[in-house]
Structure formats: structure tokens, C-alpha cells
């Protein structure tokens, strides 16, 4: 904590050299400053419109200074994401529930358990950047009990045309629980490319992933945590199931994507795209030997310890037609694919667990157009044939229509036929319930449609989701793989922002409801946000604060329970309870100086008052009040 105060002292130091250059009232950068009719020195002043980022296929986007309660949402997050349709777990950096079914959400042939994936960024989210001068960018979260979470990115161009980029984040919370530390951190290098003429340019990246977790399995009775003995106010005195148990998840890639313009590209846009990447993840279980009493079924003979892995290495060459407003692209995918278990004999032995391999063939397909920004339509197909984890169809839709000026209309159809989730395929364990291989797995088939409706009278929008799952896995109440027949989910939803003067009101609501097999996804029929803030200049127009009230509730439903052994959900056993039906109240007061951003939230105030009755799941109780912090800091140096 204290290296990050002396950091950002350090750093104002350029402060003032910083404000001027990136002043937003010069409209563009080629503003000169010339001290003399006849001078030839032309000095050059950037503005904000020069700091620009954008994701491999999305758009150029400016770095975001502004100031509105759609960014609190996302930088009091510790995976600085709206987690709206969430729950989180009791300690920062322990990841969520999911609330709202989204069968989609996970990448597809890497090894990823659910609770891991909340920190995991994949390659279609790493941002490469276009700077006019170095830029450093500082995000702040503080922690439960003991320390803190800290994002840095440095960024700046080497000549007009190329840019590097590196990030880390470090992460790591004591918790409130016995057990229950957090310890995660990603390492990010970047670069992009482009010559003058247009002929050549690569996008590659490097990251390296840890999301690292003890396990305390949930409070082991809860009579004392609801009883309201003082005693067990500080949460390190209820007794839990686990006091030596931890996960380990490890993700690296390397990513590499050129082009290639034989031609003129201003005469004949005609490109040759080459991607290849490599993405390596690793899951490791470890019982504590303080914990074997916890499990009735351990092997005998083998390791505490349980290890899986993935291997996906992807290479693949398009042809593409790369004009402003129409990209088309065509081409083949080669891809080997690795997924193994394993569980390590304590003595003489052969080691316990699967291995599977397989090389993959297919083609892929990306279009997007742009017509006279009215309508933009979007496009993504892939389809690659395997024997071992089955073929593979992917087909991703969107289209949005600006039918008039301010209004949008977003509409968008997915297909999905894959292998179920590698975390679901294979599970080599000293715990016998936890060993496991899904064999002769059918693909799951899932289809998505949706559409939302944007309208600027109150900043209105309503939306409207369909998703339908044929072989949808999952792990049952015994702790058995399964896949069930047709599951599907309806959501239906909308917000609006109110403003009365400085006073502001923004409801969001989404109401869903769970068809076909609905017993294998246990789900609230209701959530909502609602938050009541005051915003406004301050200090004779130096800052800006926005203070208020804001309410999330999720409707009571009898909740999947949590597996620190695989980290995955499956469902209730005879012991679980429902979960929901109580409001979670944060306070909040947030300001903007300059370039910087403080956000101040005493989140769970339901609980300074009341009892805790909240949970993220059974045996697993939400975070009591606390004080959370987040800090964002531009320096354009």
C-alpha cells in the first residue's frame, strides 16, 4: 500500500506538464503554437483525441476521462467489469455467481473453471494502444482485512507507427474468513504495427494469469454465524470447513497476428492474414493434510494434490478484403488441442488420470460492413471436424440499425455446437466423489437470440434475451457429470435514468424465467439495480462529486451450491437453503479532479445495521459493511 502512494507522488510531479498537454478545449492536434510570423518551428499539442486504445477487431476508442455512473459500476469492481446479474463472493478476487444464465459466457477449448473465469481476459479483450506521448494509467482497489489491489499500464509509441504496452496487476486480500486469502495478478505486454504505406502491420500480445484461492469450503454451522453472538462479529472466529485446503489457476498465451498487402492497398484492398497463438492453462487442488478428516472418500496411496491442464495451439491464414466501411475474410484453422488430468501416486505406480489429443482442421469466416453509419452488421463463423472433443460450429450475428437520429437498435443471433466445458470432461482427484471422466459426451447445441432497443429520451433502453441449450452439463446433487435434455432461458429487462436538476435516478430490472429442464439451473426470477445519486460541480468548478444511495436484489431461489474442489456449481443438496430475497444497500460518494477519479462506497450497509442474511451461496455468506475505495489515474506525460 504505501509503494502506491509513493508512486502516485512521484508521478505528480509531471502533473502540470500533463494537464496542458491533453487540454480538452484544443480541438484537435494540429493545433500549432507558433511564436513568430517567420519562425520555423512548429510545436505540436496534443489533445485527448490523440490517446486512443482498440481491441483487435473492435473500434478505435478514446481514452475515457469522463465522469458517469455507468464507469462506478465498473472501477469499484476489482475485475473493474459491471458484475450486474452477479454475486459475489465474500473476499475480492474470489469471483462470482452468476444470476442470470449465460450458457455462452465461457471460452471455448481452454480449461477454465467457472469461479476462475470472473479475472480471466481473453484474447479478444486485450487492448493495443495509440499514444501520442507515454501514458500511464494507475487503477486502485483497496481490499478485505489486509491488502490491496493494484492495476498499472504504461504505454507510449516508438515512431508514429509503433506502439508497446505493458500491464500488471496485482491482487491480494486476507478476507474475512478463516482461509480465505486471494492472490491473483496478470502481466500483459502489447504491441501493434503499421507501415506508412499500409502494406504490413501485426497485433501480438503475451499474458501470463494467476488466480490463486484458499479454499475455507464454506462457515460449518450457521446458527452461530446468524445468532448474533458478539463473539463471532469478527469472522475469523466461526469455525469452517477447510483450514488448509487451496486452488491454483495458471493461464499463458503468446498471440501473434499479421497482414499482408501484396498490392496497392489505396487501389486493390486485398490483405493476407496470418494469426497464430498458443494458450496453455493449468488447475492444481490441493488438500490440506488439516483437512482429510473434511473428506470421508480420500484414495488411499495417492497425493493430496490434484493437477489438469490444456493446450490449445491455433494457427490459421485468411484472405481478406479490407476496405473502410467492408471487411470480408475467408480462410483455413489448424488447431491441436490437449486436455489431461492428472493425479500422482504417493508411492510406486502408474499416475492417475486422462490424457486426450487431438489435431483439428476446418475454415472460418469474418465479415463486417458499415452502411453510412446507419447500419453496421457484424458477422463471425468458424467450423473445425474432430473425432476426440467432436466437431466444432461457431456462428456469431450482431446488427444495429440507427433507424433515427439517437435511436439504436441492436439485434443479434449466436450458434454454438462445442464440447461441454474442459473443466466438466476430466477430474483426476484424492477425493473419490471428484474423479470423474464424461465419456462419450454429445456436443452442447446452443442458440442464442436477443435484441435491444436504445432510445436518448431518459437514456432509455429495452432489451430482450432467448437462449436454448440441447445437452446442457452439469454437475448434479451426487457430484456426477451429467448432461440433460433441452434447457433454455427467457430474460427480459430494461433501464432508464431520471434527472431532476442535479439529482439523478437509474433503475435497471431483468426478469427471467428458466424453461425445459429448469431443475438443472436454479435461478432468481427477479434482479434489479436502482440507485438515487446527487451530481454536480464542486470547488468552484475544480472537481466533480456524484453522491448517493444504490439498491441490487435478486429474487429468493433455492441456489446451486459451491465446489472449492473443481470450482464449479452443482446442484442443491439436502442440506441447502435458498438464497436472495434481501437487499444489498451500498452508500456512496465519488469525486473527479483533473484526470484522476476517487471512488468511495461503504457497500453492504444492510449489514451494519441488521444481520447478515445475504449469501453468494449456501454455507457461503456475502461480505459484511465495508469500505470499499477504488482510485483511477490518467498521466499523459
Known amino acids: 500500500m504505501k509503494y502506491f502512494f509513493i508512486l502516485l507522488l512521484i508521478s505528480s510531479l509531471f502533473n502540470a506538464q500533463i494537464i496542458n498537454k491533453t487540454n480538452s478545449r484544443i480541438p484537435s492536434d494540429t493545433l500549432v503554437v507558433d511564436n513568430g510570423g517567420k519562425d520555423s518551428m512548429n510545436i505540436f499539442q496534443p489533445t485527448i483525441e490523440d490517446y486512443t486504445y482498440r481491441t483487435e477487431f473492435g473500434p478505435v476508442v478514446t481514452y475515457d476521462t469522463t465522469f458517469t455512473v455507468e464507469r462506478s459500476y465498473r472501477l469499484t469492481q476489482y475485475n473493474n467489469k459491471d458484475n450486474y446479474g452477479s454475486i459475489q463472493f465474500a473476499n475480492i478476487g474470489s469471483g462470482f455467481q452468476r444470476l442470470l444464465f449465460r450458457p455462452d459466457s465461457s471460452p471455448i477449448h481452454d480449461l477454465l473453471p467457472e469461479r476462475k473465469s470472473f479475472f480471466y481476459i481473453e484474447s479478444d479483450s486485450v487492448k493495443y494502444y495509440d499514444v501520442k506521448t507515454p501514458t500511464t494509467s494507475?487503477?486502485?482497489?483497496?481490499?478485505?482485512?489486509?491488502?490491496?489491489?493494484?492495476?498499472?499500464?504504461?504505454?507510449?509509441?516508438?515512431?508514429?507507427?509503433?506502439?508497446?504496452?505493458?500491464?500488471?496487476?496485482?491482487?491480494?486480500?486476507?478476507?474475512?474468513?478463516?482461509?480465505?486469502?486471494?492472490?491473483?495478478?496478470?502481466?500483459?505486454?502489447?504491441?501493434?504495427?503499421k507501415t506508412d504505406s499500409g502494406k504490413y502491420g501485426f497485433v501480438a500480445h503475451f499474458i501470463h494469469q494467476n488466480v490463486?484461492?484458499?479454499?475455507?469450503?464454506?462457515?460449518?454451522?450457521?446458527?452461530?454465524?446468524?445468532?448474533?453472538?458478539?463473539?463471532?462479529?469478527?469472522?475469523?472466529?466461526?469455525?469452517?470447513?477447510?483450514?488448509?485446503?487451496?486452488?491454483?489457476?495458471?493461464?499463458?498465451?503468446?498471440?501473434?497476428?499479421?497482414?499482408?498487402?501484396p498490392f496497392n492497398p489505396e487501389k486493390i484492398p486485398f490483405k493476407l492474414s496470418h494469426t497464430i497463438s498458443h494458450q496453455g492453462n493449468?488447475?492444481?487442488?490441493?488438500?490440506?493434510?488439516?483437512?482429510?478428516?473434511?473428506?470421508?472418500?480420500?484414495?488411499?496411496?495417492?497425493?493430496l494434490a490434484s493437477k489438469k491442464y490444456s493446450n490449445n495451439l491455433s494457427n490459421s491464414l485468411s484472405a481478406l478484403w479490407d476496405k473502410e466501411n467492408f471487411q470480408l475474410s475467408a480462410g483455413i484453422k489448424y488447431q491441436i488441442l490437449e486436455l489431461g488430468s492428472e493425479n500422482a501416486p504417493t508411492g510406486s505406480g502408474e499416475m492417475a488420470g486422462d490424457f486426450f489429443k487431438e489435431n483439428r482442421l476446418g475454415a472460418l469466416a469474418r465479415l463486417r460492413w458499415n452502411l453510412r453509419d446507419k447500419i453496421e452488421l457484424n458477422s463471425f463463423a468458424e467450423l473445425l471436424r474432430g473425432d476426440v472433443f467432436g466437431n466444432h460450429i461457431s456462428s456469431r450475428s450482431t446488427l444495429t440499425l440507427e433507424p433515427w437520429a439517437g435511436y439504436q437498435l441492436l439485434a443479434k443471433l449466436n450458434y454454438l455446437s462445442t464440447a461441454p466445458s474442459f473443466n466438466l470432461l476430466t477430474n483426476a482427484s484424492p477425493i473419490a466423489s471428484w474423479n470423474y471422466t464424461l465419456e462419450d459426451f454429445k456436443n452442447q447445441n446452443i442458440l442464442g437470440i436477443g435484441g435491444e432497443l436504445r432510445i436518448p429520451w431518459m437514456k432509455a433502453s429495452l432489451y430482450a434475451d432467448f437462449f436454448n441449450v440441447s445437452n446442457y452439463t452439469y454437475i448434479d446433487a451426487q457430484r456426477s457429470i451429467q448432461q440433460s435434455s433441452d434447457v433454455g432461458a427467457t430474460q427480459i429487462g430494461g433501464q432508464a435514468h431520471f434527472r431532476f436538476g442535479k439529482f439523478n435516478l437509474q433503475p435497471r430490472l431483468t426478469f427471467q424465467m428458466i424453461t425445459g429442464a429448469k431443475e438443472v439451473y436454479p435461478a432468481p426470477e427477479l434482479i434489479g439495480r436502482v440507485n438515487l445519486f446527487f451530481q454536480s460541480k464542486a470547488f468552484k468548478n475544480a472537481a466533480e462529486i456524484m453522491t448517493g444511495l444504490k439498491v441490487y436484489y435478486f429474487s429468493g431461489f433455492h441456489s446451486r451450491e459451491f465446489s472449492p474442489e473443481v470450482n464449479e456449481f452443482y446442484l442443491p443438496t439436502a442440506t441447502a437453503y435458498s438464497i436472495g430475497n434481501e437487499p444489498i444497500v451500498d452508500v456512496f460518494f465519488n469525486m473527479k479532479v483533473k484526470t484522476m477519479q476517487f471512488y468511495i462506497e461503504g457497500q453492504n450497509l444492510t449489514a451494519a445495521a441488521f444481520q447478515n442474511r445475504s449469501y453468494t451461496a449456501p454455507y457461503y455468506p456475502l461480505y459484511d459493511f465495508r469500505l470499499n475505495i477504488g482510485i483511477l489515474w490518467h498521466l499523459f506525460h
Open 138 to 193: 494507475f487503477l486502485y482497489h483497496s481490499a478485505m482485512r489486509n491488502g490491496a489491489a493494484l492495476q498499472s499500464t504504461y504505454t507510449q509509441n516508438v515512431g508514429r507507427n509503433f506502439n508497446i504496452a505493458v500491464e500488471y496487476m496485482g491482487l491480494r486480500s486476507e478476507g474475512f474468513y478463516t482461509n480465505s486469502l486471494a492472490a491473483n495478478n496478470h502481466t500483459l505486454f502489447s504491441a501493434n504495427y
Open 212 to 261: 490463486n484461492n484458499e479454499e475455507y469450503g464454506g462457515i460449518k454451522d450457521l446458527e452461530l454465524f446468524l445468532g448474533g453472538d458478539s463473539r463471532f462479529r469478527n469472522r475469523q472466529n466461526l469455525e469452517v470447513n477447510l483450514n488448509d485446503s487451496d486452488s491454483r489457476f495458471s493461464a499463458r498465451r503468446y498471440y501473434l497476428t499479421q497482414t499482408f498487402a
Open 282 to 303: 493449468k488447475y492444481y487442488y490441493n488438500v490440506g493434510v488439516s483437512d482429510t478428516g473434511f473428506y470421508t472418500d480420500l484414495v488411499q496411496g495417492r497425493s
